[in-house]
Structures are given as C-alpha cells and as structure tokens.
C-alpha cells in the first residue's frame, strides 16, 4: 500500500506559525498602547479580529492535522490487519473448498467402481476381505453424498 502524506507542508506551518506569531504580535502592541483614541481602538479590534480569525484556524490546521495523522495511521494499521485476516479466510474457504471437491471426486470414483462391479454379477472378486471395505465405502459414500 502506497504511504500518502497527511500533513501540511513545510510551507504551510511555517504561514501558520507566522500568523499565529503576528496576531501575538499585534496583541502585544494593543496592551502597550492603551492610551490611544477611541477611533484608533475601533480601528485596531477590526484588524486584530481579522487576524485573529486567520490565527485560530492555522492553529487549527496544525492541530487538526496533528490529530488526524495520529487518526489516519491507526487506520491504516486496522485496515492492514483487516486485510491479513481476510487472506487467511479466502485461503482456508479455498482450501475447504478443494477438500470438498476432492471428497466429491472420491465418491464419485468408490460409487462407479461399485457400479462396473455390480454389472460384472457373474465374475467372482479376487478376494472376501474386500467385498466388504468396498461395500462400507460404496456405503459411505452414498450416506455422504447422495445422488
């Protein structure tokens, strides 16, 4: 799996620390000029309010995307822990799958073997001893796999 960055770049922190730093700035100087004129206060709130709001969200995208990294590549552990345990699924249900069609094709074989039998009625076996293994087999696998 591909490694996709989740981060900001190097250019976009170094934008959001320098607002944050001058929305700090600006801070800074409204508290050392407290004795300006009202309209110069009015003027400088409108200003720092909008560098305020600039601030708060590259704060935010810092944070956020901080948090989200954490979030992505815990993710991305489950994701791939998910895809190893359904491997392993496919791969027994595969292997199930052959058993069962290997157990189909050995009672198809054992019921034509019995069949070919039956119909030479007149000729003998060769041997006593097998007349019944294969008389439990026939019966096993039309028990196991009826017709």
Do not use: C, Y
């Not at 190097?10 to 309209?39: K, N």
């Not at 992505?72 to 027994?92: G, I, L, P, S, Y």
């Amino acid at each position: 799996m591909a490694e996709t960055k989740t981060g900001i770049g190097g250019a976009a922190v170094a934008a959001a620390f320098l607002v944050i730093l001058a929305w700090l700035g600006l801070l800074a100087w409204l508290i050392s000029h407290t004795a300006i004129s009202d309209a110069e206060w009015a003027r400088s709130l409108v200003v720092l309010g909008s560098v305020e709001a600039v601030a708060f969200a590259a704060a935010g995208a810092l944070l956020g995307t901080t948090i989200q990294g954490k979030r992505v590549q815990e993710a991305r552990k489950r994701e791939e822990k998910a895809e190893e345990q359904a491997d392993k699924e496919r791969n027994a249900a595969n292997a199930k799958t052959e058993a069962a069609a290997n157990g189909k094709a050995l009672a198809t074989a054992i019921k034509a073997r019995a069949k070919s039998r039956s119909a030479k009625a007149g000729t003998e076996r060769v041997s006593a001893a097998s007349t019944g293994v294969d008389d439990d087999l026939v019966a096993l696998s039309n028990e196991l796999f009826p017709d």
